[in-house]
């Protein structure tokens, strides 16, 4: 069963524009992490934020930050003030595993996110 | 400064090859990993390895062979390459023994095409 759910293969946004990336994830866990990585044409991956499940505050990271509805089990990454750089494939990852043990992170299909000038 | 570095970057092989691929960190880091990604972008663990002991094996073809020589170092091996194994292979690492709050820090992968 897929534990990492992004619904949008490809997302447009005008340049100076905020973006919604959404993610769900299914887990039984009370404490969990959720981690949002970018993928430019370039190939590699960057982290830009980070969730924990039991943190009572949204996470924030420069124009980046994460809608966390922990009921609903989402985690959609919102951009601020959208760049011609963020053009790029978006990752949203689950911690899973035995913590201190065999963890690991399981990643969704991603988000194509485009930035029109 | 790199953190994670990987060789080679990219990897052309005909099928039934044998080829590696070296991974290096020097961050400091407990755990490293490899991921594969296939051509539909779609990323998976291969293995982990804390402090040169293999923690995660993935269902992975005994085809493939990870060698941990030190904690810093992270080699895969592939032995008789076949098409399917043509993806992005990615390197890994994460402070401590897992992962926790902290992100993975991935090398710059490296690009295998098998013929």
């Known amino acids: 069963a897929q534990k990492i759910t992004q619904t949008q293969p490809g997302m447009f946004v005008q340049e100076k524009e905020a973006v919604t990336l959404d993610c769900t994830y299914d887990?039984?866990?009370?404490?969990?992490?959720l981690f949002w990585y970018k993928q430019p044409s370039s190939g590699e991956m960057i982290f830009l934020i980070y969730?924990?499940?039991?943190?009572?505050q949204n996470a924030t990271e420069g124009r980046y930050s994460l809608n966390f509805q922990k009921a609903r089990k989402s985690a959609n990454l919102v951009i601020s003030a959208s760049q011609l750089g963020d053009s790029a494939m978006y990752f949203c990852a689950m911690r899973e595993g035995q913590r201190g043990g065999s963890e690991k992170l399981v990643f969704g299909k991603g988000t194509k996110l485009t930035v029109n000038p | 400064d790199t953190a994670v570095s990987q060789t080679p970057k990219y990897l052309v092989t005909q099928m039934g090859n044998d080829k590696s691929i070296k991974c290096e960190q020097n961050?400091?880091?407990?755990?490293m990993y490899w991921y594969k990604q296939d051509s539909k972008k779609f990323l998976k663990i291969m293995f982990s390895?804390?402090?040169?002991?293999?923690?995660i094996n993935e269902t992975v073809p005994n085809r493939f062979s990870p060698k941990s020589p030190d904690k810093a170092h992270l080699n895969l091996h592939i032995n008789s390459l076949e098409l399917g194994d043509s993806a992005v292979y990615f390197c890994a690492s994460s402070q401590g023994k897992g992962i926790g709050h902290s992100p993975l820090h991935f090398g710059n992968g490296t690009r295998l095409t098998v013929t």
């Open positions: 390895y804390n402090n040169k002991e293999l923690i």
């Open positions: 969730q924990g499940s039991y943190d009572e």
């Open positions: 887990t039984s866990d009370q404490s969990y992490g």
């Open positions: 961050l400091g880091h407990d755990t």
